[in-house]
């Protein structure tokens, strides 16, 4: 069985936390509780007939009060940058971010989860818009952590770039 360490980063309230519970247990809760630090999750998965363990690091969300600590990357194999599509500020969060993992611990597999596809009538990004910021082997991937579309493949995708499947 194979661990691969996951690091969910993006700005505060963009759903890093309901995506992990949506994955980890189907659980969705409307109520918002803000990540304190780091929150650790585990889920098996089975990737290509290979067995996966991924501990899903849920790292507290950045904002102008608070950056995420580069010492919580160590180890990470693969990263999701989560977007929440109601808020144009978080595309820029979630950039700078990815720019500070790659100073950090190099180049990585990642997915950029483009969150709150069920508020899509609401939202104030496009997903055309953010793959000009791109380069063009990213992937994003539209998610809802309220109804879990596309959440498991957000997850299973960043497996198999992670162990190369």
């Known amino acids: 069985m194979l661990k691969k360490k996951i690091c969910m980063l993006g700005a505060f309230a963009v759903g890093k936390t309901s995506l992990v519970r949506q994955f980890v247990s189907s659980i969705f809760d409307a109520k918002y509780l803000t990540t304190v630090g780091v929150k650790i999750d585990k889920k098996s998965v089975n990737v290509n007939n ?3 363990d991924l501990i899903l690091w849920d790292l507290h969300g950045e904002d102008e009060f608070q950056e995420v600590r580069m010492s919580y990357l160590r180890g990470t194999s693969g990263c ?7 808020r ?4 820029e969060v979630a950039l700078k971010l990815k720019e500070k993992v790659e100073k950090e611990v190099g180049v990585i597999p990642f997915i950029l989860a ?4 069920d508020l899509a ?3 104030e990004i496009d ?5 000009g910021q791109m380069d063009s082997h990213s992937i994003i991937i539209e998610t809802s952590a309220k109804t879990g579309e596309f959440v498991e493949e957000a997850f299973t995708r960043l497996a198999e770039l992670m ?3």
Do not use: Q
């Open 50 to 52: 290979t067995g996966v």
């Open 80 to 86: 999701i940058y989560v977007i929440d599509g109601t």
């Open 88 to 91: 144009r500020a978080t595309v």
């Open 114 to 117: 483009l969150n709150k596809s």
């Open 121 to 123: 009538d609401e939202w």
């Open 127 to 131: 997903k055309k818009a953010i793959t």
């Open 163 to 165: 162990i190369g499947a």
